[in-house]
Structures are given as C-alpha cells and as structure tokens.
C-alpha cells in the first residue's frame, strides 16, 4: 500500500436534478411551486449540516485476497489493470440526525428532501476525492476507469470487509457494522482502476455496468 491520502472539510454543493430524481421525480420534471421553495430551503441547510471526509490509498495485486473481487480485477484485464485505488468518503452525521428529527416530528416531506439532498452532497464528497486520484494517474501516465462500489454489480457487499481492513475509515469517523453497513449512513466506498490503456467500449457510467434495468434510480437507459 502507498501512502494514505486524506482530505476533510473541503467544499461540495448538491445536485438538484440528482435530488429530484432522487425524490422520485422523472427526467425534466420539476417539483410544484410550494414543495420546490421547500427543496430550495431543504438543500441549504443540508449544505450547512455537513462536513466531508474522504481518504485514499492505491494498492497492489497482492494486496487484496485471492478469489476477491478486486483481486479478479487483475486477472480479468490481464496487463492492463496497474494497480487499484481505495477511496471511503463520508459527510458526517450531523445531517442523518436531522432528518431523524424531521421524521420524529412528523415532518417528513422535509426529512426526505434532506436525505436526499444529503446523498446528493455524499456523491460530490465521492466525485472529490475521485478527483484527485484521477490526478495521480495522470501524473503517472495511467488512466482511471469508472469508480465501483461494494454491493453493486458483482461485488458483493460483503467485500466491504476488504476494504475496511485496508483503509483506516475510522479516521475520518467511519465505521463498520456487521452487516457490512457503513456508519454515518451518508458514507460511500469505492474502488478506481489505475490502467495502461482505457478499453474503447469502456461505459463512462456505472449504470451501463449493472443489470438492475427495474431500478427507479437508473441514471441510463
């Protein structure tokens, strides 16, 4: 393993068309008058309840155990898979109790407009820190192939484990449970190919890569 790069407190801002088809809205459609100054209001104080964290670190092959996921990643590009890169991001607690509040109080349009706000600003923690290991590749003349995450695809959520055992995500507040759920909710880990050449049918995103076509948060057709 390289060094562990680490970041907090630098500066995301949601995504309102990731937010309202979060929210169940489809494509071009907008909330009504009322309920779009609430999402306006819902989407300012997420911003104010958060405070990203991420790390990162790159990895080996034999970093990672054999039959793994990861590990296939090697086996399944032959040369063309240098290395791995290991990412967890978080934006805090702070705005999971709120929304708990929220729904505590019986107000539960706006606990779930902060939700998702908050899985909106928990993405662009992620695109940060992506970011920044995509900067890495560059300066070593490799290329980064799309992010992946645990309990997507074919990587089993279990593998979560793997990555934890690699990653010191307790530095930045996060924790494990054993059902493999991250703590703060509002918490992604990912993994990033380091490649010598990018394959031309390569799908940019990781909607194309999953076989969920019934999932009401497909970004693609």
Not at 24 to 49: C, H, I, Q, T, W
Not at 86 to 92: K, R
């Amino acid at each position: 393993m390289e060094e562990v790069h680490r970041y907090t407190d630098f500066t995301v801002n949601a995504d309102i068309s990731d937010i309202t088809r979060l929210l169940g809205y489809r494509r071009n459609k907008k909330p009504a008058a009322g309920l779009a100054n609430m999402l306006d209001e819902s989407v300012k104080e997420a911003e104010e309840l958060i405070h990203p964290s991420g790390l990162f670190a790159i990895f080996e092959k034999k970093s990672f155990p054999s039959g793994s996921f990861l590990s296939s990643l090697f086996e399944e590009n032959d040369a063309a898979v240098a290395k791995i890169g290991l990412a967890v991001c978080t934006i805090g607690p702070m705005l999971e109790e709120r929304v708990s509040s929220y729904s505590d109080s019986g107000q539960l349009t706006r606990a779930l407009m902060i939700d998702a706000a908050g899985s909106s600003l928990t993405e662009s923690s992620c695109d940060v820190i992506n970011e920044k290991m995509c900067r890495i590749a560059a300066e070593r003349s490799l290329y980064t192939a799309p992010r992946i995450s645990p309990g997507y695809g074919h990587w089993k959520i279990e593998e979560q484990a793997i990555v934890f055992d690699l990653l010191p995500g307790d530095s930045i507040g996060i924790s494990l449970t054993e059902s493999y759920v991250m703590i703060p909710r509002k918490s992604v880990s990912f993994a990033v190919a380091f490649m010598t050449e990018i394959p031309a049918d390569r799908p940019a995103s990781p909607c194309k890569r999953c076989g969920r076509r019934d999932c009401q948060f497909r970004r693609e057709p």
